[in-house]
């Protein structure tokens, strides 16, 4: 390829932003949406694409399913300039894909279309000042799953309200209570064997930001300062955090260190498993495990995260969703963005794989029942899911730190492995880690309210 | 005049039925590799536009601690793997070259974990490296942490690759049909036994396989990806940050294509040159028959 | 010889350990899967796995999809690798190990990064949604990868004896004709090698089709297979189930092909 061919794909790539026309409804409106997902997620994609092509005559619709490896297609596209209208888009690369103009913002469609203008402020992707790209795919929360037959047998109760969380050595006290040994013995008794547990307290991820994320503004703390460009991991309360973390799986014994359960990054086996198999007795995850615990039938509850001061949870755990510049048809691009999070159009809410962006569906009742009244739904999802969403959500720093992704996999990982393996204390590898963050640190993602 | 006859002709076959080889690249091949050459002198994140920046991205690469580290982790894991996996695929391939019953039915069950799809041999072996309940443990009666360690991380990888063999062992199985019995009679007839037929007969006429197996396996696991990408994630602490996989994480999630192209050049150098060591170094211990008609 | 059967019986007790656990596996519910420490027979027998995961996705067109482009690809890699490796092992000519070298250089090069402009240039030959990209190059010597296969073939040619050749020379056969008549002959093995290798290399290829392909008629059983672990979730059963269908062929295909891997006749009289 020469250096002319080069520029020529540069250039391509720069008339995917310059797209326009105006197009008349009526007329023959090809759109094609990119998405993933698992066959559960394909059949429901499916069927909310025919109720828009049902709704809108003339417009149709071709799905790209892209069950892995989707980064790679996508960046495949979008460099060959042949992106689809709208789809799913992996947070890395959302904001970076806006600045470079590729998505549509969609600002200006706010006052033609109201029902853009009422999801929760934090479901909002900002990348300036009036510069909308997109919403959270999903609201997804962090919460504390629990095996209830586990729970039952300890006489544990874990709280379903906020306002009742459990602090931090109530969750070491119960955790304790929890954890069982092949001879039935529990880590603060003699002879317990740390080698041979059968039932672990509690897990929660200390590599996955959205699982801690919560806890660390619980206690005041947070990943960075106000502009965005200082680390604040190495504070005493972040310290803390982490140190909590590690005392779990060092010095209480009460929840799995790494390869204990058998699990890789790629959260082999799964919560709905492991609570099943009750290797675990409580789990830290998000909320889009509630389709899997009904699909394999566990007997699961619902509680909400310990917390230090202020009970947090991490919201907006999911990918993006945004209308791709280049589309011939902006505004039904525009309208099927809308429908594709649409809890009417859509089955993955009732099935708890996802749960609502816009704002009706957590303080309007029949709305709140719309999604949550059914056998999916647990009594307990309003209290520590719903409520908790709406009033205790801080939303994943995926979101809304820029370079995260970066920062996260060349260098935060690797120190958040440390602490895992248990080798150095969290001060040490949090203090030596900090300056590096802040190096590559560039700032939070514009936001503002509409 | 006969000779010089056929030296012409074989000129021109030569080219003629190289051609299509020849084409193919030029076509398919040369064209991306050359492109991904520009690119690597160019700061171009996908979705931008390229800017030429010279040798800005080989700078910084230089100064990249995990180019550092991702490279030495590749290094030691070739290093460790190559030789135990050439080892472990020729005796059992001559020990599938027995005349023995059932043959078909022993060599496809060697070859199976070849066959078994990636992940189901990830969940597998991540039992089998299970520090509580982990197969490897109850064996060695130890309280070995494998991939959890950094120390133990990338000697696991490398005892879990050599479960691969089969393709290798394949190879080897394909080349062992070639060694002509006269030899191994002759040895016989000498009065040699079979460590003598090996070292003197199946040894040095499989040596041109014996050469294939080490440069593919040598650039195969320079580029070995895919237990980091499904396995470890390139942890714990960056302990099995495979080269190719840091490179991946450059192009496609922070679509750094510049730099990621840049890392691709890099390595390709190194294995150029590897190979090229490699192919200086055969001719002083492949037999060819070609030797005796050159 | 008892210890040949002592040693093959050792082996593969260890090598069937992978396949047996893909099988528990895919007869296993989700729980039991996972049961710590791991479990060998499954209770209950979840034959279900197979009839559902099977049902998931349109797996038989997936199939037929997947057949058509591995034996397009299987032929032209056979003939055309072998063609160029008798031209690189056997003809003497200028540059030859130079051309060699070059075509070697393009497995060095990880593809991640000539992904894309593989791409763009698919995408302006207009070959995209189409098998071609998927196909075609391994009719020119399975451009790319595929050089592995010459490169094999080449050091397997160059095991046999030249006399044969020169014989044949002297008797006035064209290249060609040695080519067809004494050297294709006698590297059955080899021959058979390549072919399992492509056919598995394209069976199990995932990136090609899904790059390529975006009409979900035309996708492939490993798309398929993938559509069973996503994101956040894991259908294990299913994935376990499917995953055992899909490489049966494969295993039926090398059960069948590895019987060439017998001395070849031919040689044993060879004297010089």
């Known amino acids: 390829m020469r250096r002319r061919d080069l520029l020529k794909l540069g250039a391509l790539a720069l008339t995917g932003a310059c797209g326009s026309s105006t197009q008349q409804a009526g007329r023959d409106v090809p759109l094609q949406f990119m998405y993933w997902g698992s066959t559960f997620e394909q059949k429901a994609v499916d069927k909310m694409l025919k109720a828009f092509e049902q709704s809108k005559p003339g417009v149709t619709v071709k799905p790209l399913f892209t069950p892995d490896e989707y980064d790679v297609k996508l960046n495949t596209l979008v460099a060959s300039g042949k992106v689809p209208d709208v789809g799913y888009v992996p947070m890395a690369m959302s904001f970076r894909l806006a600045e470079q103009g590729k998505l549509v913002n969609l600002f200006p469609y706010l006052s033609k279309y109201p029902q853009l203008t009422g999801y929760l402020d934090d479901a909002y992707l900002w990348y300036g000042a009036d510069k909308l790209h997109g919403v959270a795919t999903a609201n997804e929360i962090e919460l504390l799953w629990y095996s209830r037959s586990a729970v039952a047998e300890a006489g544990v109760t874990p709280p379903a309200v906020a306002s009742s969380a459990w602090s931090w050595d109530d969750l070491i006290q119960n955790a304790y209570r929890l954890t069982v040994d092949q001879n039935g013995k529990h880590p603060d008794e003699s002879g317990f064997d740390p080698r041979r547990v059968r039932q672990f307290g509690i897990s929660c991820s200390i590599t996955y930001a959205a699982a801690w994320y919560g806890f660390l503004r619980s206690n005041g703390a947070d990943f960075a300062d106000r502009a965005g460009t200082r680390c604040l991991l190495d504070s005493p309360e972040a310290v803390q955090v982490f140190q909590n973390l590690q005392d779990l799986i060092y010095k209480h014994r009460v929840m799995p260190g790494p390869g204990q359960l058998a699990a890789t990054g790629d959260d082999v086996p799964g919560t709905n498993i492991l609570l099943k198999t009750k290797r675990v007795a409580m789990v830290v995850d998000g909320h889009w495990s509630l389709l899997d615990m009904n699909e394999s039938k566990v007997d699961y509850g619902i509680g909400v995260l310990p917390k230090y001061g202020e009970p947090y949870t991490t919201s907006q755990v999911a990918g993006a969703s945004a209308v791709f510049a280049g589309t011939k048809h902006p505004e039904e691009a525009v309208e099927l963005f809308a429908f594709h999070i649409d809890p009417r159009y859509v089955d993955l809410y009732k099935q708890g794989l996802w749960m609502p962006q816009e704002r009706k569906y957590y303080e309007d009742q029949t709305a709140i029942d719309s999604w949550t009244k059914n056998d999916g739904h647990p009594p307990e999802f309003r209290t520590a899911v719903v409520d908790y969403a709406r009033d205790h959500g801080v939303p994943d720093i995926r979101g809304r730190l820029k370079n995260l992704s970066a920062i996260s996999a060349d260098v935060l990982t690797p120190a958040l492995q440390e602490i895992e393996t248990g080798k150095r204390p969290a001060a040490e590898v949090l203090k030596e880690v900090t300056p590096k963050v802040t190096g590559l640190l560039q700032g939070w993602q514009h936001t503002q309210e509409l | ?294 | 010889m008892r210890w040949v059967y002592v040693a093959l019986g050792l082996g593969a007790a260890v090598t069937l350990v992978p396949f047996v656990w893909l099988i528990r596996s895919a007869l296993m519910q989700d729980a039991q899967m996972f049961v710590a420490p791991p479990e060998w027979i499954p209770d209950p027998f979840q034959w279900s796995n197979f009839t559902e995961a099977l049902t998931a996705q349109p797996f038989g067109r997936y199939f037929v999809n997947t057949v058509v482009i591995a034996v397009i690809s299987v032929l032209g890699t056979v003939v055309t690798c072998s063609i160029a490796a008798f031209s690189f092992s056997r003809l003497r000519w200028r540059g030859r190990d130079a051309v060699f070298a070059v075509l070697l250089s393009s497995i060095m090069l990880p593809y991640a990064v000539t992904l894309i402009p593989t791409f763009v240039m698919w995408q302006e030959l207009g070959a995209l949604d189409t098998i071609i990209p998927l196909t075609v190059p391994s009719w020119f010597a399975g451009a790319g990868g595929g050089v592995l296969n010459v490169f094999l073939l080449r050091q397997f040619f160059l095991t046999i004896p030249f006399e044969l050749d020169e014989a044949a020379y002297i008797d006035g056969a064209s290249p060609w004709r040695v080519f067809w008549t004494v050297v294709m002959p006698l590297s059955r093995p080899a021959l058979i090698v390549v072919t399992i290798f492509t056919f598995i290399g394209t069976w199990n290829d995932f990136l090609g089709p899904l790059l390529y392909l975006t009409d979900e008629e035309s996708y492939t059983l490993s798309i398929g297979l993938a559509s069973f672990q996503s994101m956040y979730i894991t259908q294990w059963g299913y994935l376990m189930a499917a995953s055992a269908a899909v490489i049966a062929p494969i295993i039926a295909l090398f059960f069948f092909l590895q019987r060439y891997f017998i001395e070849g006749v031919t040689l044993t009289g060879i004297k010089n």
């Open chain 2, 1 to 294: 005049m006969a000779l010089s006859g056929q030296k012409r002709m074989e000129r021109r076959w030569g080219w003629i039925l190289a051609v299509p080889a020849i084409l193919g690249f030029l076509i398919f091949t040369a064209g991306p590799m050359v492109a991904s050459l520009a690119f690597s002198l160019t700061d171009w994140q996908i979705g931008g536009t390229p800017s030429f920046v010279g040798v800005q991205n080989y700078q910084d690469l230089v100064r990249d601690e995990l180019f550092w580290q991702s490279l030495s982790v590749t290094t030691y894991y070739t290093l460790g793997s190559v030789p135990v996996a050439l080892i472990v695929a020729f005796a059992v391939a001559m020990l599938l070259n027995q005349r023995v019953r059932g043959l078909a039915i022993w060599r496809t069950i060697f070859y199976l974990p070849t066959l078994v799809p990636s992940i189901a041999n990830v969940v597998l072996w991540i039992w089998i490296f299970n520090p509580d309940f982990g197969l490897l443990n109850s064996l060695l009666r130890q309280h070995g942490m494998w991939i959890y360690d950094e120390g133990t991380a990338v000697p696991s990888l490398i005892i879990m690759s050599t479960w691969g063999f089969g393709n290798t062992m394949v190879i080897f199985l394909a080349g062992l049909q070639g060694v002509p019995r006269h030899l191994y009679e002759a040895v016989s007839i000498d009065g040699g036994g079979p460590l003598r037929r090996f070292w003197h007969v199946t040894l040095p006429m499989m040596t041109p396989t014996i050469f294939y197996n080490l440069v593919v396996g040598v650039v195969g696991t320079f580029q070995v990806f895919n237990q980091a990408y499904v396995m470890t994630e390139g942890g714990p602490g960056n302990a099995t940050l495979f080269y190719v996989y840091y490179l991946f994480r450059k192009a496609f999630r922070e679509s750094e294509m510049g730099y990621a192209s840049a890392l691709a050049w890099v390595l390709f150098m190194v294995i150029v040159l590897v190979t090229f060591l490699l192919f200086r170094n055969a001719r002083r211990w492949v037999y060819y028959e070609m030797a005796a008609a050159r």
